[in-house]
């Protein structure tokens, strides 16, 4: 697929998450998790510290800006600036969109290289993990990486969202075990995530074998790409592939309670269909110790730095007081602290 | 009932489906039966053999056309054809329509001479069983089977159907007998099926007992024949008996996953309120080696072939994706495996 | 209290349950109870034997309509005359409302004497067990079956209904006691009723101690009588104590189900919500022997005994349908028979 | 804070509660419990004895008006004297709001100086928890106790609400400890109570080990704090803290459930969102020994005393009520009696 062509549907995806609001499919599935109120926290908002780390950076708490975009366009180039200066001033991390187009056009490298507008933030570089059966190989990982300057690779799944589209790059045989080998030789960690269909404990399973030990479940709930390619291959009416799979896949809570019980050596992020503070505590009392956010952010960074920086203030105040609530003064005792669950 | 009262009540049944939203329930009771994700499927869509053999001949994938129509009259002829050529194009299962019509008005019988229409298809006579206690037999059993160039015989039980006409045949005494009878001799095998209200394990253990080992739940959730026959018997206002008992029936799911513990001996066929091919795959995983549709091909039916086909394509399509998106290349893998249910 | 007062209260409480739709509270709870529908009934319609005994007499489906009315008015008169004839020539039970008004109003008597309307149905004689506190003993109670030519004495329990009355008798101590002994000398059966909250194991337990074997639960679902009583006491707004305890009180499935661990030697009856023969089948599943139903006779037996008649018939051929389909012959194969309901 | 803010506050406070509906979050969360009715209470109303001790002073039922204001304004004052004549006249305890203002605003304690009002009601002081490390101790504990006469002090928790304000008082550090030492020296006993998020079992445990014994967990469900406080700092559009927590917290119902098995030392009183006399009994079968119930006496309170006892007057009736449907005569046989929930 040409590079132009890529950066085209970059576009059009955004344009499409900014028209239908049901793009986000607004499940709410975290709203049927509950908290523990603890009416004598018996600390002061200030012993909360929400910092962490992640991948031996500091953040300022457990937020991820989910991988969007970057390309050869004015539009793509100002949201990529606007996140990673966010990121940078707020102290979270940042993942870059698939990072496949620059391959073809060279010209869309600039917009993956951010480490100038983010020197100390972690920055996660993305290739979607299908591509290693179609010319991709360790060569356009370290690559992808060392534009960016980032501290680890997410190879994206996405089966779904490969089927949903008539040019689809579908072949996904043996791709776990290509997945360990780039594991096992570059130099940053790989993260492999889904993009709204979450990862279940077979997946996981496969994965670990392979060495992995970082996962984001990137869960349905929140956006859909089969609904997003529906649009894009559109007139179908009613019955296309994109709209009639728009709901499939595990909700996000459900995939990471599922993923705890696997075993202590995976570090989880959880996403798909956060939307606040306290989506993102519960996230992180189900097993995350990382919370990623995408669709949200799409708007303020059209905007400014300052805008998506707001955002992401707003998400800390939401998550310290839950975190004041809960009565818990580190990060650390929050993650899989079931304790912390109300049970009905 | 004279043959041509038959023949009309046919051409009602099909202007009260297309006239009528309701008819068909729309319960989408397999929306709360849910698959788990492979992000990670290890296969390539061209992998995912959707072929399946059904009656010793193959089909393109696990699907059939539902019993529906036949008898003296252009428009059901045309119906008739126009599925025929589409099972035959597309590589599907097709039932005709009750074939009682045609001992009275041996015109109609034309209407179920479709083996030239689809030569190699897997074809299915139909009769109801109850009329085995109506002065049929064996011999009707075999004419309708001759006619068609079945490959096997559906003898459907439908007594709330049978219950909600007035002129309804209704003397459902010994009926498993007699069934078990006509299978012992007729040449080709015998497949029970209901009609929208589904088969209990009770009713399972009879046939069973008789030497029946294909069963089509036929349940509910999709069209309900009582809620056709109301509107034939209509001007009752709210409170007819085919209103009152509309959703009466075991939804196809449960009907299913019922049947399931029944023994492997028996081939059970999913149909009832399927709507696409992940109703399918779920139907499957339930325990169906085959899914049955009726209502959505009656509109295209009226069309032309093509417009079936397309219709079939569209569901195929659905189907192969749910089957990558499980990680199976086979559709053994699929019937029965609860493993690939999402549990909550 | 003066017996034209009661008289008056009477038409009151006909006209409020006319014109609010909502004191009957359509809460539909039968509709959470699946009954396992059999393809194969193996019988046909004519086998199926609708008919059953109570006190010794013959009815020709469980049918009872359940106690409503009656005194010194020719509306009340008329609505008890229609019934009665309805009820003889269909061949169900028929009870009367409360006689109380006849001690005080004699001209009030005839109204309850209905023995020549209805020379063999089994009529139901009906005072409120409350009275037994304010005067009334086994004299009155013989006088109601006499006058009536009663077949049983119905002492209804409904300390919410006269609790709802400014004027309400709600002196219930020692009333097991007073039901025991009347029971034990009156030459007929009686049977405990509550008006429409049921009767909770607790109370069954008692009044088995004192020798009741016949229960009608008249749970929550249908007619709320303390809706009726606020609309009478009205002006209060939105928080008269009516209104707010409109729903109070157990469920008439659930209280059926809680009941039927009580003991072999209690005949229950539902009632409370049955709004067609699938809810009758439903309820004696459930453990009744016979079902009553009150509100909705009400319109028609304010035109003729014919209408009447119409309702009883469609009930009749909805119960009978429902027997058909679930493979019954006999009332006593469906009578606490819980291997008919389908478990989800 | 000075004083005279703290006054406007109270009356933006209560403006919002009258302007805002959903201020009341309207959750009904007693709606899912259900209490066994008993056809048969063998009882008269007037055995129904609602009467009950709380601190060695009777009342008529178990009721409390719950805290809600007080401070240098005639509206104020108007509020609190209507409150407190109700209390005195319909023999019910009363809390009043935070006492904190009168120790920068003399003027403001005559609104507290209720004992006049209300010479043998149980009168509640209060204070913010919170406080005790803002200065605040156990000299302003006892001049908050003197100034209003008061049988108890209520010390609030509410580290929401402080949160959600910009000018908080968070620092909850050692606030346990600081409220054991304050109720080991008051010559009155200390009850803790929360504003509308709960009373967890973690939280009890504190507090049982610094030998508190009366607890009011102020569940969620009825007035949100965090919502009214959303209002006050307004302008933020949809993302306020305010609003993104307005129903954080512990449904009332749920955390009388969890706290009853704490122990037989403790009393507890059931609040947030109780809205009749039913819910009443439910908290008291759920184990509270008296009910609190606010925001729905503010308007009344802003009339006159007279519109406050009918108020209160109505909740007798329908307490009464539901004591006398469920069989039980004393209060004592209504607390903690699970026997009365009704198992669905
Ligand atoms: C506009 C847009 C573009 C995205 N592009 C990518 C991508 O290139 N690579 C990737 O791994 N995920 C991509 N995602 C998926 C997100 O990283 C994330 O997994 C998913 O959207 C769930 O988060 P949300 O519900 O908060 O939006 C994209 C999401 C959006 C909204
Ligand atoms: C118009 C129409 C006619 C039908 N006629 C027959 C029939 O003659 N014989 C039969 O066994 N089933 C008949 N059926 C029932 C179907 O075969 C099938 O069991 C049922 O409709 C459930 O499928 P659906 O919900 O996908 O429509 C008919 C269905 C329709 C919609
Ligand atoms: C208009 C009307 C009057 C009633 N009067 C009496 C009565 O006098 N005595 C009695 O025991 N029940 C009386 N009932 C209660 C019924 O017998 C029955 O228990 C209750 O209404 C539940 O049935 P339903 O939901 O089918 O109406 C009356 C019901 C109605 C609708
Ligand atoms: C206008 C208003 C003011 C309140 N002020 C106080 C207060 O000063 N101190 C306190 O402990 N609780 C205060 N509360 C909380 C109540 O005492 C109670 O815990 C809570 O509102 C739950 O009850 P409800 O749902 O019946 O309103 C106030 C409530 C209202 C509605």
Known sequence: MAASIINDRKIEHIAIVQNDEQSDRRRYYFDQVHLAHRALPEIAPEDVDTTTEFLGKKLSFPLLISAMTGGDHVLLERINANLAAAAEAAGVAMGVGSQRVMFGSPAAERTFALRSHAPSAVLLANLGAVQLNYGFGLDQCRRAVEVLGADALCLHLNPLQELAQPEGDTDFRGIAAKIGEVARQLPVPVIVKEVGCGISPTDAQKLREQGIRYLDVAGSGGTSWSRIEHHRHGGDGDDSLGLTFQDWGIPTPLALSQLRGQGDDITLIGSGGIRHGIDMAKAMVLGAS????????????????????????????????????????????LVGNEALLLRY
């Open 290 to 333: 990382l919370c990623g956010m995408a669709a949200p952010f799409l708007k303020p960074a059209m905007q400014s730095a300052e805008e998506v920086v707001q955002v992401i203030e707003r998400l800390r105040q939401e998550f310290r007081a839950a975190m004041f609530l809960l009565g818990v003064t580190s990060v650390r005792q």
